[in-house]
């Protein structure tokens, strides 16, 4: 299994198109088409948010209710259509039927996603004479991936795509994938917004346990500001060009599967945190020595959730008692008197503290470590085997001055 | 019943005294003294953080395992005895011991609470050498009861005290209090760090009733930045010199002391939360309307810890979306198609969302409303009757800053 540059193009099959078709931003791309060449399976996860904005009602009805495949994806940015009432839902009707028209497909093959502004309607008559000018613009080469990558770009301000090849039956099947998320980024279910393709071929189901199994250890596990947003959506399509022997059942070629899937998302997973909205540092929280997986992810998550230790890493400040502090108030139980941690970055490995109480350090040993662009801690709680990581970002003038702002 | 200007000495009975003792600021009082001239009941709250401060430890130990009364409270800023292991605790001995000796009283008779940075060990001999100069200052003034108030404070801006006075069976009845608390405010069971005192004659389990269903409406209804801190502390001590019917039961004498006591924990609440770190406004979330008191303190808890709304109350942006975003992660289950949402301060009044969606309102109002230095957020979910409020604050360049560089 190896990961290389790639995004949903990367998979047979797999064409995008992407434009500036001015919904609310100008002058820059905002609509994308992802489209497969043949029918898909789909797979996805979305939001636990009570207020689901519509087009997560329109793609879990279409992933969970019925079973036939898709055909497309249309995505906006700029406005969120979220919080939108019936008008919203008519907006996600009309959008898969002007894609389904001049595609050949059904309405009901047709899955849509936007981000951007939550109340807001999106303006109809942009999507269709976006859609009119996508279609003829389909392309399965990498620039088309990268396209549609950077138009589905809010706040974010480095696109995020990746794809990995692995073989499954003696066949090369690719995986390929884009993302975006840089505010309002808690995900609990999903992230803000991912694409996954692949020329697998793998059953429906196979899919769903794949993709649902994944994203509590990627997507899940990062957070930016704590707030889990309305659109948060995780869609996987597999077309089957591939020609492998169909996955229907757990064994080596789902594992190998989910191997490449794993890498693809905890790649993306990484990118989006440390691309957190003003962020200038990637920080990871690793918890080890736990005595169940759970409990290590519920003191990972709470570490890089708190506005607390994200000042201090913005500050390169070895605050260590923040850390504690948040481990201990995450909801999981452990012995703090018992805790080893550890500051690591590419200048160096630090221990900061042991069984609870302060090492002897150096605070510009440490600092030097704090001030790399990826920075990583790790509390060891010293009672069993069972490790997890999490993924969040520093918090910076710039988080303030960004959504103090954001739409204006 | 009246709330006037007053502290913890306002009660018959009560004195206290502070100095600079040096602990870790330098120049500034960082220690107080609290006391009590005849033995008071005491009840108290503490954080449900896993890691304790060991001054937590101490006083739970007192107050819930002992049931003889306290006589004083040693207070100390700068430095929050949290994460200091087996010598933490013998340092709070140490100071009760010492208190004790000053006093005539025994070493369980005294509390003690820390408020600063975590980690650091507390230096002996500077809180020795404070207590042997508090003891003889002790004065029952408002001076005194304002300068311990000014000794707890950290990061806070103001002070923050006040005090209620009610009649019971016939006899005048105060209660006095002060609090301190601007960052890691996120309380779970009780605030950063609350002292309240009484003349009430009261048994301890009644004062313990009293005060728990208290801060589940008060102080555990703020958030500043989501970080539930290792050493919140709310203590209320009652020495009876009032004179009124001993207070053993439910009733009108009993509801006339909460009713004093819930005016003084609410005001000292929303005085925290609009001195949050590096805040310019209070920000008060009402919901209304709601099935269920529990639905209602969910949701508003969840949206005053939003960092997107504080962001937007910081732009004086009327980002309603991010409101009801907050509310649908909240945990807690309404129909997002029937709320309405309005903002209120001096400046006015105005309904933002009817039925979910976006109601027609001027922007230029909505942000007149939105600049004022007390703004509230009021959402009727339209499915009951029960109500609750939440108090947080705006989210600034300032507590970055302030967090950034804490330690230093």
């Known amino acids: 299994m190896e990961l290389f540059e790639g995004g949903v193009t990367a998979p047979k099959g797999f064409c995008a198109a992407a434009c500036?078709?001015?919904?609310?931003?100008?002058?820059?791309?905002?609509?994308?088409?992802?489209?497969?060449?043949?029918?898909?399976?789909?797979?996805a996860t979305f939001t636990s948010n009570v207020v689901k904005a519509a087009p997560v009602l329109w793609d879990r009805r279409i992933v969970r209710e019925q079973n036939g495949p898709v055909r497309a994806v249309v995505i906006n940015s700029g406005i969120a259509n979220a919080c939108t009432g019936k008008e919203g839902l008519e907006i996600c009707a009309a959008e898969a039927a002007a894609a389904a028209a001049a595609l050949g497909a059904s309405p009901d093959e047709i899955l849509t996603a936007s981000t951007g502004v939550i109340g807001m309607q999106i303006p109809m008559d942009k999507i269709t004479a976006g859609i009119a000018a996508l279609v003829p613009a389909l392309a399965d080469t990498p620039q088309a991936g990268t396209a549609a990558a950077e138009a589905i770009m809010t706040t974010d301000t480095v696109r995020k795509e990746i794809a990995a090849r692995t073989v499954i039956g003696g066949k090369e099947v690719t995986i390929g994938a884009m993302t975006k998320g840089s505010g309002m980024i808690h995900p609990n279910m999903c992230t803000m917004l991912a694409f996954i393709t692949t020329d697998a071929a793998i059953t429906k189901e196979m899919l769903q346990k794949a993709l649902s199994a994944d994203v509590e250890d990627t997507y899940n596990m990062i957070s930016v500001d704590g707030d889990t947003s309305t659109n948060d959506t995780c869609m996987l399509l597999a077309n089957g060009l591939a020609g492998n022997p169909v996955i229907d059942a757990e064994g080596e070629d789902f594992d190998a599967f989910c191997e490449a899937l794993r890498a693809v998302n905890t790649y993306l997973a990484r990118r989006m945190a440390g691309d957190g909205e003003g962020a200038t540092a990637l920080f990871e929280m690793k918890v080890t020595g736990a005595g169940t997986k759970a409990q290590a992810k519920t003191i990972a998550r709470s570490v890089v959730s708190s506005s607390l230790v994200k000042t201090a890493i913005a500050g390169h400040?070895?605050?260590?008692?923040?850390?504690?502090?948040?481990?201990?108030?995450?909801?999981?139980?452990?012995?703090?008197?018992?805790?080893?941690?550890?500051f690591e970055s590419a200048a160096g490995k630090l221990q900061i503290v042991k069984d609870g109480s302060a090492a002897p350090y150096s605070e510009e040993e440490a600092t030097k470590i704090l001030s790399e662009s990826e920075v990583t801690a790790i509390a060891d709680l010293k009672e069993g085997e069972e490790s997890a990581a999490a993924w969040g970002c520093d918090l910076t003038y710039d988080y303030v001055k960004i959504n103090a702002d954001y739409r204006s």
């Open 20 to 43: 500036a078709a001015g919904i609310k931003y100008q002058g820059r791309k905002d609509l994308a088409l992802l489209c497969s060449q043949v029918p898909a399976q789909a797979a």
């Open 317 to 342: 400040d070895a605050n260590w008692g923040r850390i504690l502090c948040a481990m201990g108030y995450s909801g999981a139980s452990f012995d703090p008197e018992k805790v080893d941690l550890w």
